[in-house]
């Protein structure tokens, strides 16, 4: 059920590994993808429609035009309908088709018209493979972002070993299929991020806030830019910089205006980390002069701010992911999952103050994650940039 409402595009070319694509497409059905084949001419040498239609429960795609009854095919619907493109086996003559635009058949106008992710599968003879001009088209199909899944070492259908042969075990490249598919989940996605402290002003030269660094925001929100996805990060002050094209910054200073930043981008994102230290409380008035120094004690009456968290936990929708963070002192697996809850969370990550190397201000985390299922992973410290790493890949994990 892992690819459950996925729809596959499996393009089959001519290669004697294609009888490895009924095996792979059994397995994809198995595993509840609505899968359609499209095959090119050589393809139906190796391996019959009937045989492929059977077993994907849809006829099988290979012309562009229906036998003289004025139907067609249309290549550009196809690559539009589809969540994800694999072409297994991919012989070299399709993999060079694919890399300069050659559209003569149908499953390579599928493929120029397709905006999913798309895996190729190479497989051929091994001097065929190791040719400079193989591996320059596949350098190209990397270099437009398409992910090969690398012929492994083995004896090959000339009679000769080496690489070129398609995986072994279809259900090694289904392995490798949802591995890939999970790390590439956060492309084109967008996800708001909040970052570093806030500051409440008491009078125009004062201020309440806190030691938040604003290390761990920024070090996500890399991470999430570095795996392809788009990133809101609304930051309190501090005095870190990004320069990634993919993250947009917004910057603020008090919880308020955080709260309005947050409630204005969040409808059009696919998720968001909560990782601001956003302070609890504001003055109820804030001095429109400098207060001046006195013998008096001064006492400052202050508000509750808005939980931003817990606003974005009421108007988030099902397919939207909300993440936080819970700062403890004591009790803290108890207080993390009040908050994981009352927050509406899908997963909060804590750390505690009470662990030497995590908190404010520190280069280093130590964390644990609890999703609403209450799996606990308990990590190692770290540095924030690796710790970003393993938030993100449970961030990974939910939206696969
Ligand atoms: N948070 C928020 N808006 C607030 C307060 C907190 O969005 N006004 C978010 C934080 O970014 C974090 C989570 O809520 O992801 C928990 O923050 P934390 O300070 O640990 O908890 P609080 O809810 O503020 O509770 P307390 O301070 O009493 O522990």
């Not at 207080?335 to 994981?340: C, D, I, Y």
């Not at 985390?365 to 190692?380: H, M, V």
């Amino acid at each position: 059920m892992r690819l459950k409402s996925k729809k596959i595009i499996l393009g089959i070319t001519g290669s004697i590994a294609a009888y490895k694509a009924a095996m792979l497409l059994r397995l994809l059905v198995k595993e509840s993808a609505e899968v359609q084949v499209v095959i090119t001419q050589a393809g139906k040498e190796f391996i019959t429609p009937v045989t492929l239609s059977a077993l994907s429960g849809k006829p099988v795609i290979s012309e562009f035009f229906g036998a003289n009854d004025g139907t067609w095919n249309s290549h550009v619907d196809l690559g539009l309908w589809a969540d994800l493109m694999l072409v297994a086996p991919a012989t070299a003559s399709t993999i060079a088709k694919m890399a300069n635009g050659i559209a003569d058949n149908m499953l390579v106008t599928t493929y120029m018209s397709a905006k999913c992710p798309v895996f190729v599968a190479p497989a051929m003879d091994l001097d065929m493979f190791a040719h400079p001009s193989t591996q320059k088209n596949i350098e190209i199909l990397k270099s437009f972002g398409n992910s090969i899944i690398e012929p492994s070492v083995g004896e090959l259908a000339s009679g000769l070993t080496g690489k070129g042969r398609e995986w072994k075990n279809p259900k090694i490249l289904l392995k490798l299929l949802l591995n890939i598919s999970i790390q590439e989940s956060t492309k084109r996605k967008t996800f708001l991020v909040t970052a570093g402290p806030t500051y409440e002003k008491i009078d125009p030269v004062r201020f309440l806030g806190n030691f938040s660094s604003g290390k761990m925001g920024y070090a996500i929100s890399e991470e999430l830019a570095d795996s392809g996805a788009n990133v809101i990060l609304v930051s309190g002050p501090v005095s870190l910089k990004t320069n990634k094209k993919n993250i947009q910054l917004v910057k603020v200073e008090s919880a308020d205006e955080m709260y309005v930043k947050c409630l204005s981008w969040f409808p059009n994102c696919d998720g968001a980390v909560m990782c601001a230290a956003v302070a609890d409380f504001t003055p109820v008035v804030v001095e429109k002069k400098k207060t001046k120094r006195g013998s008096e004690n001064w006492s400052l009456e202050l508000q509750p701010t808005i939980d931003i968290a817990a606003k974005l936990g009421e108007l988030k929708s099902e397919k939207q992911i909300l993440a936080g963070f819970a700062l403890e002192t004591n009790d803290e697996i108890s207080n993390a999952k009040k908050k994981l809850e009352s927050k509406n969370l899908d997963f909060i990550v804590l750390n505690s103050l009470n662990e030497e190397g995590a908190g404010f201000q520190v280069d280093t985390n130590k964390i644990t994650i609890i999703d609403k299922s209450n799996n606990q992973q308990f990590f190692e410290l770290k540095s924030k940039k690796e710790v970003a790493v393993d938030i993100v890949n449970k961030i990974k994990s939910i939206i696969k």
